[in-house]
């Protein structure tokens, strides 16, 4: 099972990976976590990337594709894998068919979690969080019973992260949206794109998932 996991923040993809992962017994490769990983560890390519990264540039696609080939020799991808954060346009696109089609590991399905605007602006600006216990509620979906007081711990310090005011959250799901419509149409034209409906209850989206995944082309 080779899947290119797409989705906006606040889809809900991160607890569908997770939940597919279990399931399939296949690891969530998250670019971001690959890369602080790398760096960690020292390992040529993540010393390359930290060197671009203290520069203040973007690291390389060459870099990445690096990282991503090393990561997919390691024995827990044999069943497959879940790649999370990459592609991120058409031309890494074709730069991960072409490493794929190298180690004959090609995308099965390229999974999108699909979620209206709307309905992602309101569950990421309306996230709010208790200082005290870190308990998490959104003042749209799921308030605290009493305004401003945590239900679990009663602690009157409910705050809002100042990165998830509507202004700033627009723009980023409006810069997500520009830079993944391509990679939709990209891998809906090779005929592997699976969209589902990301609003619902999370039992219901993962069997929804698992139903499109079912007899996959090799």
């Given at each position: 099972m080779r899947i290119v996991l797409l989705g906006a923040p606040g889809s809900g993809k991160g607890t569908?990976?997770?939940r597919l992962t279990s399931f399939y017994n296949i690891p969530q490769i998250s670019t971001g976590d690959l890369l602080r990983a790398e760096v960690s560890a020292g390992t040529v390519a993540g010393l390359q990337a930290k060197q671009a990264m203290d520069a203040g540039n973007l690291v390389s696609n060459?870099?990445?594709l690096d990282m991503i080939r090393g990561r997919l020799q390691e024995?827990?991808?044999q069943n497959g894998?879940?790649?999370d954060g990459y592609p991120r346009n058409i031309s890494q696109a074709h730069s991960l068919d072409d490493l794929l089609a190298e180690i004959d590991k090609p995308v099965q399905a390229s999974l999108?979690?699909?979620v209206e605007f709307d309905i992602l602006l309101k569950r990421i600006a309306g996230r709010l969080s208790c200082k005290s216990c870190n308990a998490v509620y959104n003042q749209y979906y799921?308030?605290?019973q009493t305004a401003d007081t945590c239900d679990n711990c009663g602690s009157s310090d409910i705050f809002q992260r100042a990165d998830d005011n509507e202004e700033t959250i627009r723009h980023r799901l409006t810069v997500y949206q520009q830079s993944t419509a391509p990679l939709v149409e990209f891998y809906t034209e090779k005929g592997i794109l699976k969209?589902?409906?990301g609003i619902g209850d999370m039992e219901d989206i993962t069997n929804a998932i698992k139903?499109?995944?079912e007899n996959l082309p090799a």
């Open positions: 569908q990976a997770q060459a870099i990445m024995k827990d991808t894998f879940i790649l999108l979690i699909d799921s308030p605290p969209r589902i409906n139903a499109e995944l």
